[in-house]
């Protein structure tokens, strides 16, 4: 069982930064896929970004080169650095958790709001 709690989110002005953080119970962290999705309103949730037991990171095309995702294994929690927001990034984001690189994970933190304004 692992549990996730994200934090990090807010209020911001396009081009600016954000760092979301998500921190995860467990003693086997460093064994999971972490994942980062988002759900802007009246749309369906959206992979983000992932990386992998190993480090190996994957984008979606729309965040690719502006944000970069990464995982401290000591604190046990993966971030999520998010540079040039747009306005479009505005959403619920989520981290998930799997032993496998899957498309629906099987643990998800309850999510934290990011909103960019123009």
Known sequence: QVQ??????GLVQAGDSLRLSCA?????FARYVMTWFRQAPGKEREFVARITNVGNTYYADSVKGR???SRDNAKNTVYLQMNSLKPEDTAVYYCAADLRIITTPAYWGQGTQVTVSP
């Open 67 to 69: 944000f970069t995702i």
């Open 24 to 28: 995860a119970s467990g003693r086997t």
């Open 4 to 9: 996730l709690v994200e934090s990090g989110g």
